[in-house]
């Protein structure tokens, strides 16, 4: 038995430390940013990645086939992907209506990933609502700027609530 223990001990101590590393990586909490440009935390979860720029510029631009024209962006996903917020200046806030009303035309017409639950009004203002890919979505304007924020249901009352103050 003697000659067997080191191999047991090596056996032992490998399995011990592989199952370390795995339990740190799946239970590990993503590490959060620190920016001025987007909120900190929504309904709770951390703010985990950031993209500003042209590379957020040319996100939002993809997800609209390149018809949607802004200047500005910034995509922001909170938690583990529990919430995600796509925020697009278009420059103007008459600019920012039109961007609003072709959204809620399209979007209304059907044949896209989202159904439409209603237009609410909150904080004086008109905000969009739909369910897709078992998240709810709001869209809405604050001045020169459209927001969009994608939540898991038990989160998005919440998340919205935040969000519309930070972009009032």
Do not use: C
């Amino acid at each position: 038995m003697k000659k067997y223990l080191p191999y047991v001990l090596f056996v032992v101590g490998a399995t011990l430390v592989g199952l370390t590393v795995w339990y740190s990586q799946h239970t590990s909490q993503p590490t959060p940013i620190v920016s001025s440009d987007a909120p900190q935390s929504l309904a709770g979860f951390p703010l985990v990645d950031l993209l500003t720029g042209a590379e957020a510029v040319t996100e939002i631009q993809n997800m609209h086939m390149g018809d949607f024209q802004i200047g500005q962006a910034i995509v922001s996903s909170y938690g583990t992907g529990n919430i995600l917020l796509w925020v697009a200046d278009a420059g103007s806030s008459a600019a920012s209506t039109s961007l609003l009303d072709q959204m809620a035309a399209v979007i209304g017409e059907g044949g896209t990933p989202f159904a439409p639950t209603g237009i609410y009004e909150f904080s004086s203002r008109q905000v969009y609502g739909m369910e897709g890919g078992g998240q709810l979505h709001f869209f809405f304007q604050s001045g020169q700027k459209v927001v969009w924020i994608s939540a898991e249901p038990t989160a998005a009352e919440q998340a919205l609530i935040e969000v519309m103050a930070f972009y009032p």
